[in-house]
C-alpha cells in the first residue's frame, strides 16, 4: 500500500514562531491534562535487520529492552494514567519479561497489534474505548528517549483546548531530491519542514473517529496519527519536539542508543563491581631483635608485641580484604585468645582472606600498604615485600604497592613505641 507524505503545512504556511514551544511541566496539573496512553510496539523492525536478534523493542540498550526504558519514561510521567501498550501475539513471553518487577504495571494492559502501525495504534484506541479518556497520547515503544518536557508540551496543548499535537523538530538540513540512480536532481527548500516525533496527542473521540474511517475510506496506509488527523481535517498544533527523542529505526540507530545510556549510566544498569577496603593495625614494640613486616624478618633492636607474629602490614591488609565482601575482620576468623595462634607466621591469615574472597566470586585487583615507623628502615626490604605479598595473594608484583613513613618522631610511632600500618584493598566481584 502507498505510505502518504503530507506536508503538514499546506501551502508551507506556518513559520517558525508558530510553534508552541514553551513545553510543559507536571507542576499544577490540571484533570484536563491527564491522559491515557497508546504504546505501539507491534513491529517486526525490519529496517533493523539481524532478525536472530528478534524485535528492536525488545533489544537490551544500556542493560535493560528499549521498551521497557520506553515504558518508565510514562509510568513516572505525574499526568499518565492508563497505558494500552500493543504488541504482537509472538512477543508475549518477550513482553512479560521485558516488563517483570516493573513499578505501576497495575496501570498497564496489553493488546494484540495488526499488520501495520496504523491498525496497531487502532488497536490501541478501540482497547480504551469501554473507559473512553478525555485525551490519549500515542507514543512508539522505540522511542524510548523522549523526555517530561516533550510530553508536557503536548499535554499542555491539549490542555488548552486543540484537538490534536504533534511535536516536531524543524529540519536543520540541506534537503536534496534525487532520481533513481542517486543522482542529485534539486534543492529543495527546508522552510516549514519539520520532521514530527512521537507522542502525538489527541481529543480521544476524535482521533479514535478518524482512524476508524481512515481504516474503511483511505486508499492510503498513513505513517503517523497526526496524518489520519489532517486526513480527518482535525487542526494538528505542533510543540517542541527533541533532537533527543529519536526513533530507534536502523540497527545502527540501536547500538547509539545503547552507548549513549552506557555513558550516562542509569541507576538499574549493571555496573562492574568494584569494592574496596581499608585496614589499620598497629602493634606495641618491644625489645627484641626483629620485626616482621610484610612477612619479611628485618633484624632490629625491637620486635612487635602481640597477636601471632604481629605483622601490622598482613594484618591490615587481611583486614582489607575481608571488608570487600563483608566478612568482618582478623579478630572474627583468628580469635587472639586462641592461643594456636600464638606467635604464628600472619601469612595464614591474609592467604585465608584471599580465599574467602576468590569464594565470594572476587578477583583481587590490588593490594596497597602503607607503614608507619620510624625504624627500622623500610626501603631496603619494599621490593621484597611486594614480591611476598604478590606471592600469598597470588597476583602480579605490579598489583601490590608497599609505601613506608615516618611520623616525623611525634607520637606514639615517633618515640618508637610502635608501628601501624594502612592498607586499601581492591577486589572485582563476578556475577552479583
Ligand atoms: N505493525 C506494526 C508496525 C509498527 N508498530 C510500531 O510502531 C512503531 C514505529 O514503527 P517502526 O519504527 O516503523 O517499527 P517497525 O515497523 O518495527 O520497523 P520496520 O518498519 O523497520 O519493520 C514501533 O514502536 C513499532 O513497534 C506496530 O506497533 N505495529
Ligand atoms: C510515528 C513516527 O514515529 C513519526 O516520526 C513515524 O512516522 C513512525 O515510523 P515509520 O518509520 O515512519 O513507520
Known sequence: ??????????????????????GGTSAGMSDSERFSLVMVAAGRGERAGEPHNGPKQYRLI?????????????????????????????????????????????RVRSVIGGASRQASVRAGLKALAASPPRHVLIHDAVRPFVTDTVIGGVVKALGTGNQAALPAVAVADTLKRSDSTG??????????????????????????????QAATDADTEFTDDCAIAEWAG????????????????????????DERLFNT???????????????????????????????IEIPHDQRLDGHSDADVALHALTDALLATCGAGDI??????????????????????????????????????????????????????????LARMLEIAVDRCSVKATTNETIGFVGRREGIAAIATATVVYRGT
Not at 195 to 202: S, V
Not at 234 to 257: F, Q, W, Y
Not at 357 to 385: F, Q, S, Y
Request: proline share 7%; aromatic share 6%; with cysteine.
Open 1 to 22: 500500500m502507498r505510505k502518504m507524505q503530507k506536508s503538514f503545512f499546506p501551502g508551507g504556511a506556518t513559520p517558525k514562531h508558530g510553534i508552541d514551544t514553551s
Open 234 to 257: 482535525i487542526e494538528v498544533r505542533i510543540t517542541l519536539g527533541s533532537p533527543l527523542n529519536t526513533k530507534l529505526t536502523t540497527a545502527e540507530d540501536i547500538t547509539m542508543a
Open 265 to 295: 549510566l542509569p541507576s538499574e544498569t549493571p555496573l562492574p563491581d568494584v569494592r574496596t577496603g581499608n585496614g589499620y593495625d598497629v602493634h606495641k614494640l618491644v625489645p627484641g631483635d626483629h620485626v616482621a613486616l610484610c612477612g
Open 183 to 212: 543522482t542529485v536532481v534539486d534543492t529543495v527548500s527546508r522552510a516549514g519542514l519539520f520532521g514530527a516525533q512521537t507522542p502525538q496527542g489527541f481529543d480521544y473521540r476524535a482521533i479514535l473517529t478518524a482512524h476508524e
Open 62 to 106: 544500556g542493560g535493560k529492552p528499549v521498551i521497557t526504558w520506553t515504558l518508565s519514561r510514562f509510568l513516572a510521567h505525574p499526568a499518565c494514567g492508563g497505558i494500552i501498550v500493543v504488541i504482537h501475539s509472538d512477543d508475549q513471553g518477550l513482553f512479560a519479561k521485558a516488563t517483570a518487577g516493573m513499578v505501576g504495571l497495575d
Open 331 to 388: 579478630g572474627d576468623h583468628f580469635p587472639p585468645s586462641d592461643p594456636q595462634w600464638r606467635g604464628a607466621a600472619s601469612e595464614i591469615f591474609l592467604a585465608h582472606a584471599a580465599k574467602i574472597v576468590r569464594e565470594a566470586g572476587g578477583v583481587i585487583m590490588n593490594a596497597d600498604v602503607t607503614l608507619i615507623a620510624e625504624a627500622p628502615k623500610i626501603g631496603p626490604h619494599r621490593e621484597a615485600m611486594r614480591e611476598n
